[in-house]
């Protein structure tokens, strides 16, 4: 998607747009060690997830996996994709999350494949 499509989806000036990309990616840009663009994270809460830190390994994309803890306290190594995505919402244990809807994003994420 262009930035001028997105401009005309959320209905704000095409400026607006890059400003937004140019701010979010700025923290990734600094310390890009991959051709993924991976935003800092650590500390963020998405779902049940805490972000703890971020770890050395990568999904065959180059994707980062950040260490996280569940609310329940299971810490689990999850996809930086999949936590802003809002694919993986907590360790899967939990009544509201199908545990096989979960599996099927990671191993899609792990395999780069978009869906
Ligand atoms: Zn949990």
Redesign the pocket.
């Known amino acids: 998607m262009t930035s001028t499509e997105l401009a005309k989806k959320f209905n704000v000036s095409r400026g607006m747009i890059t400003k937004i990309w140019y701010d979010s990616n700025l923290k990734g840009k600094e310390h890009n060690t991959s051709h993924t663009t991976e935003i800092d994270i650590c500390g963020q809460v998405f779902g ?1 997830w805490t972000v703890l830190y971020k770890t050395d390994k990568r999904n065959t994309g180059g994707v980062i996996y950040w260490h996280c803890k ?5 810490e689990k190594d999850v996809l930086g994709t999949s936590l802003r995505s809002g694919r993986s919402l ?5 009544s509201n999350i199908s545990k096989g809807n979960v599996k099927i994003a990671d191993i899609l994420d792990a395999a780069n494949i978009s869906y």
């Open positions: 049940k569940c609310e329940c306290g299971t907590s360790c899967g244990l939990h």
